[in-house]
T-cell receptor
């Protein structure tokens, strides 16, 4: 089954304790992206990757890191989480961004609480 | 950067009614998508439609790129249509950035 998976789905952590949220897709997609969703602010893009070893900042990259060493995986790293990173996080992927190939498929979301 | 505005912010319908959701954007785009977020939080792509018209069952969408807006039509609404509808756009420079609107929250009553 074609899908985007995220782990963990729920996470409670404390300020400053490094964590990684994994994202994996099995559709051989070139493009992958991370978003955060907050009440009243909608969905905002954190980082995206056009292909392996190619990553770039979205609108809210501060406090996050990403890597794209393999096509299928795009982990999101919070090296020193703070309470303002409490949010619902989504990973998404698409074949590319080109015409007819840009449909984005979302993972189920990761709900993070930083105390 | 590109600004995206969706209207109305909230919509309450009786089952069986039709509705039109609007997405205005401030600059040329080469990527425009409509998504539905169901009450359980799952995001589902409805349409990839940077221009033209598409239909999928009771849903259809039209994007008039030259006038910088897109419309999502829902006909004969059902309670399962409830949730939040998002429009997201990417600029013509194809940088990979995708900007989401604030969404339209739809409630369909039985």
């Amino acid at each position: 089954e074609a899908q985007v998976t995220q782990n963990p789905r729920y996470l409670i952590t404390v300020t400053g304790k490094k964590l990684t949220v994994t994202c994996s897709q099995n559709m051989n997609h070139e493009y992958m992206s991370w978003y955060r969703q907050d009440p009243g602010l909608g969905l905002r893009q954190i980082y995206y990757s056009m292909n392996v070893e190619v990553t770039d900042k979205g609108d809210v990259p501060e406090g996050y890191k990403v890597s794209r060493k393999e096509k299928r995986n795009f982990p999101l790293i919070l090296e020193s989480p703070s309470p303002n990173q409490t949010s619902l996080y989504f990973c998404a992927s698409s074949l590319s961004l080109g015409a007819g190939r840009g449909t984005q498929y979302f993972g189920p979301g990761t709900r993070l609480l930083v105390l | 950067g590109i600004q995206v505005e969706q209207s109305p912010p909230d919509l309450i319908l009786q089952e069986g009614a039709n509705s039109t959701l609007r997405c205005n954007f401030s600059d040329s785009v080469n990527n425009l998508q409509w998504f539905h977020q169901n009450p359980w939080g799952q995001l589902i792509n409805l349409f990839y439609i940077p221009s033209g018209t598409k239909q999928n069952g009771r849903l259809s969408a039209t994007t008039v790129a030259t006038e910088r807006y897109s419309l999502l039509y829902i006909s004969s609404s059902q309670t399962t249509d409830s949730g939040v509808y998002f429009c997201a756009v990417g600029g013509s420079s194809n940088t990979g950035k995708l900007i989401f609107g604030q969404g339209t929250t739809l409630q369909v009553k039985p």
